[in-house]
């Protein structure tokens, strides 16, 4: 399989404040990644950068998507070319209801006119998936919700919005572990029909990873990624803490 | 899709016809253009000196000292044509009006938003209404829908009985300017416990520069009955400014329903100077929904006096302020004066462009009114940071047994929703769109659909250009 998304030397800043030291990282197509690190170890430095947040400012290095050098394209463009992030902290927009919402963000990705019976039709199948009320369909966007209600949200319209790389920031936190294994289940149910699909999933927890397989899971610590191995690593860390990580390094030094 | 920050929409009813017209007044107001205009219209003694003795309250009255008081005092009284009768004859079709007038109502959608889904319509151009109709079955059911002029002719016991008993000259000055001169407008009455079910329509036009309209508004729903009323406003773009003032009172009897919807969309060199209100007798419950988009300066405040037990009064006041040359200074008044009365005052209002957008409110719980329930919210968004946006709330509760929520928030369009929506593939343009859509929903939603779908290609109109 073919490089999806290559990351080299990235430095980033937010308020004048460098967050990331000159991070390198490979995904190919079809590949999941796992990132796991304590807080404010720069896991949503990270994520909001590869999606174009203004408030990040690249210093120095490279994203390069699909062949394209992407560090000024902006947060649609990026979109355009096939990005999603689910985001931690899905803010609410009065007024803008989930289904005008949806519509209008298959319309401009897709460029489809698919009617408006068939995309209804669609919605409710992923709804069901995700056990979602329909009567979320008309209300306004993340308003309201629950937490659990907000990430489930955000996966409905991954699976809606099809993307071929999706980045899921903290998908599991807030959830109960029934909710949980929906969204995992959603998750594998979206990875199956789209094999090529990459995922790059921000966790703090290890359990989600009992549901979802990855291929590498890497570490972040201070900006940067500390340790990289299979799922192996988030069981060692589970068992072990980011002490551990943190104190080898220490010792490498 | 080429944006440039500067540029303003380009007002779409902002065109003109030439006049050609039966009577119009010299410039200025004098005791002889009041008397001229009561006797062509062949009006009772109680009506010419109810005018004279308005002309008098005018005169006497100073300027308002408190709203935009700079723009008011711009306002040159002497240079206003006070009355302008464009045609000898009201039509009862639209053939009968002249083709010039009946050209205008085609371009702003009129006779056909009557064939499609109104009850009602009445067409107001420069001073006299000059189309009028309502649909036969309500006309049998004794549903009086006239021009006001019309009414006072038919109706006189009616009219006396009700006119200037909830805003009486002495109010404020432009109340008594207005009833001075006051001509057209609309009379409705609607028979105990009959339902209209669909709106009746109002539509305002002024055609000359320099015009002054002061329509009069006079709807009494009797017990029982409930009925929508729906107006809308453009005027021709010119250099110099027109005035429009008009009055408006409703009157809803025991458990009767008014709404009361406006879609003011005026010119920029239109002073909209309104004074609304209306009462709500026990059981009865009042809707004001006010959207002002266009106008100079608009100063309304739609008011509810709740006079019955239990009646229940609304008012939804949206507003946009777009360009250093345009303040809307809109809010609303709610007055308890009866046990568990309820009331809900939204206030939303957006400038940009150097706009200035004001909410000034008053909400009043007189001394026994208990069980009294009243929100109030008011919600500004900024677009850019040359606009302004100011809250003027204020509250009198003599009642300690009341339940009062209010709410004032201001905000800007939030970097973390454009990069939400647009995370999702939308452009900045379409994102801060539906935002500003978004906000405004609460208003939008209450409307019928087709006035839904043109106030929000309205705010897209507006809004293109806008980003960049």
Redesign the interface.
Do not use: C, T, W
């Given at each position: 399989m073919s490089e999806l998304l290559t990351i080299k030397d990235l430095h980033v800043e937010i308020d004048k404040k460098e967050i990331l030291h000159g991070l390198n990282l490979s995904i190919k197509e079809g590949e999941i990644h796992v990132v796991m690190g304590r807080n404010g170890s720069g896991k949503s430095t990270f994520t909001n950068t590869l999606?174009?947040?203004?408030?990040y400012k690249i210093l120095k290095g490279q994203i390069n998507f699909k062949g394209v050098d992407i560090n000024n394209l902006?947060?649609?463009e990026?979109?355009?070319l096939g990005m999603?992030?689910g985001?931690q902290y899905?803010?609410s927009?009065?007024?803008?209801t989930v289904v005008n919402?949806i519509r209008?963000?298959i319309k401009?990705?897709k460029g489809d006119n698919i009617s408006p019976k068939d995309f209804r039709k669609r919605l409710y199948e992923k709804m069901d998936l995700l056990e979602i009320d329909y009567s979320f369909a008309t209300r306004?966007i993340n308003e309201g919700f629950s937490g659990g209600e907000k990430k489930r949200m955000e996966i409905l319209?991954m699976s809606m919005?099809e993307p071929c790389f999706v980045i899921l920031d903290e998908p599991d936190s807030g959830l109960d572990i029934d909710s949980l294994k929906l969204v995992a289940e959603s998750i594998n149910n979206f990875k199956k029909q789209f094999p090529k699909t990459s995922i790059l999933l921000v966790t703090h927890y290890q359990r989600i990873l009992d549901y979802i397989k990855p291929d590498k899971v890497h570490v972040f610590l201070d900006g940067n990624i500390a340790d990289s191995g299979g799922p192996e690593l988030a069981l060692e860390l589970e068992k072990r803490g980011y002490d551990w990580l943190e104190k080898a390094q220490v010792s490498v030094l | 899709m080429t944006l440039d920050l500067n540029q303003d929409q380009e007002y779409k009813y902002g065109f003109h016809d030439t006049e050609n017209y039966t009577f119009k007044s010299g410039r200025g107001l004098t005791k002889d253009v009041v008397l001229n205009i009561s006797k062509m219209k062949k009006e009772p003694d109680w009506m010419t000196e109810f005018r004279l003795r308005s002309l008098d309250i005018f005169n006497q009255k100073p300027m308002p000292k408190w709203g935009d008081t700079k723009l008011l005092n711009e306002i040159d009284f002497e240079n206003i044509f006070y009355y302008v009768k464009p045609t000898e004859k009201q039509g009862k079709t639209w053939e009968e009006v002249p083709k010039d007038i009946k050209n205008t109502f085609d371009r702003l959608g009129i006779p056909e938003a009557e064939r499609k889904f109104l009850a009602g319509v009445s067409a107001q151009y420069e001073s006299e209404v000059i189309y009028h109709s309502l649909r036969e079955d309500l006309e049998k059911l004794g549903v009086l829908f006239f021009d006001m002029d019309t009414g006072l002719r038919e109706y006189p016991e009616i009219v006396k009985k009700y006119f200037a008993t909830i805003i009486p000259p002495e109010d404020n000055k432009f109340a008594a300017l207005n009833s001075a001169v006051w001509s057209g407008g609309s009379f409705i009455y609607v028979p105990p416990n009959t339902q209209v079910e669909m709106p009746l329509q109002a539509y305002f036009r002024i055609n000359t520069e320099n015009m002054g309209q002061f329509e009069r508004t006079l709807i009494i729903a009797d017990e029982g009955s409930s009925v929508h009323y729906i107006e809308g406003c453009t005027a021709p773009t010119y250099s110099s400014d027109s005035l429009h003032s008009a009055v408006v009172e409703l009157i809803a009897l025991k458990n009767a329903k008014i709404r009361y919807t406006t879609i003011q969309n005026w010119s920029k060199n239109v002073f909209n100077l309104v004074t609304k209100r209306a009462v709500a007798h026990e059981g009865a419950v009042v809707e004001w929904l006010d959207g002002n988009m266009g106008s100079k300066l608009t100063m309304k405040y739609p008011s509810i006096y709740l006079i019955g037990e239990r009646a229940h009064g609304e008012v939804v006041s949206v507003a946009l302020a777009s360009g250093s040359d345009q303040h809307q200074d809109a809010g609303a008044k709610i007055i308890h004066a009866a046990p568990n009365t309820t009331s809900v005052i939204t206030s939303k209002s957006i400038s940009r462009n150097g706009g200035r957008a004001s909410y000034r409110g008053l909400l009043k719980v007189h001394k026994g009114a208990t069980g009294v329930k009243s929100t109030v919210k008011c919600d500004a968004l900024m677009l850019d940071a040359n606009s302004r946006s100011d809250t003027y709330p204020t509250m009198e509760i003599y009642e300690n047994d009341v339940k009062i929520e209010h709410e004032a928030t201001v905000s800007k369009i939030?970097?973390?929703?454009l990069?939400?929506?647009?995370?999702?593939?939308?452009?900045?343009d379409?994102?801060k769109l539906?935002?500003v859509?978004?906000?405004?929903?609460?208003f939008v939603k209450e409307l019928p659909m087709e006035y839904a779908v043109e106030l929000n290609r309205l705010i897209e109109l507006e809004m293109e250009g806008s980003v960049g």
């Open positions: 999606m174009g947040h203004p408030a902006k947060s649609n990026r979109a355009k999603f992030l985001f899905p803010i927009i009065p007024g803008v919402f209008q963000a401009v990705l306004y319209q919005l | 939030e970097d973390e929703k990069f939400y929506l647009m995370s999702r593939g939308l452009g900045e379409q994102a539906m935002i859509n978004g906000f405004m929903e609460p």
